[in-house]
T-cell receptor, first 114, second 112 residues
Framework: DSGVTQTPKHLITATGQRVTLRCSPRSGDLSVYWYQQSLDQGLQFLIQYYNGEERAKGNILERFSAQQFPDLHSELNLSSLELGDSALYFC?????????????FGSGTRLTVV | AQSVTQLGSHVSVSEGALVLLRCNYSSSVPPYLFWYVQYPNQGLQLLLKYTSAATLVKGINGFEAEFKKSETSFHLTKPSAHMSDAAEYFCAVSDGYQKVTFGTGTKLQVIP
């Protein structure tokens, strides 16, 4: 157990639908990062939050949004889902907003869009 | 700007043979370097990290990596491969201020 909790582990939904993925960071970590991993695109950085504020943005589609709440858990919202959104979505956390300590990853949410 | 290049998206070794996974980095300042391992259907797990204390870094499961500034490399090695080492390995870099940048990964196959 890495200390980073992601729910749900698996999600199957239809095209056009909206889903919410949840992440609880490791205790004491202030930063949360979201990644998408697919066979053809590899590991893609989506977005980073630090202590409730957006810190960095990567290849995140406009249909996707995220937020970090006062208790530091984060949610990634995916809307108007397409078949190509099927992927593993990882959350990672770190103590600070910087990269010197590396990240701790959760076990991921596998999203299947049918 | 910071980046990492992992040479070889797939590497195959025989059980008991040396494992060598290559990583070259680019960073404008002394870097922090990391190796992560991902087993099927799991998240990435930190294997080891370099933070300038020593050039040879030992990690979990018998892996180690050597930081070579002159070659801008941080290759991952293990003297003797086990079947359980079959996984995908990611090299990553950070300048300490920006977020971590990951390489594209190398899938290690161990042949019995």
């Amino acid at each position: 157990d890495s200390g980073v909790t992601q729910t749900p582990k698996h999600l199957i939904t239809a095209t056009g639908q909206r889903v919410t993925l949840r992440c609880s960071p490791r205790s004491g970590d202030l930063s949360v990062y979201w990644y998408q991993q697919s066979l053809d695109q590899g590991l893609q950085f989506l977005i980073q939050y630090y202590n409730g504020e957006e810190r960095a943005k990567g290849n995140i589609l406009e249909r996707f949004s995220a937020q970090q709440f006062p208790d530091l858990h984060s949610e990634l919202n995916l809307s108007s889902l397409e078949l190509g959104d099927s992927a593993l979505y990882f959350c990672a956390s770190s103590p600070s907003g910087q990269g010197d300590n590396g990240y701790t990853f959760g076990s991921g949410t596998r999203l299947t869009v049918v | 700007a910071q980046s990492v290049t992992q040479l070889g998206s797939h590497v195959s070794v025989s059980e008991g043979a040396l494992v060598l996974l290559r990583c070259n980095y680019s960073s404008s300042v002394p870097p922090y370097l990391f190796w992560y391992v991902q087993y099927p259907n799991q998240g990435l797990q930190l294997l080891l990290k370099y933070t300038s204390a020593a050039t040879l870094v030992k990690g979990i499961n018998g892996f180690e990596a050597e930081f070579k500034k002159s070659e801008t490399s941080f290759h991952l090695t293990k003297p003797s491969a086990h079947m359980s080492d079959a996984a995908e390995y990611f090299c990553a870099v950070s300048d300490g201020y920006q977020k971590v940048t990951f390489g594209t990964g190398t899938k290690l196959q161990v042949i019995p």
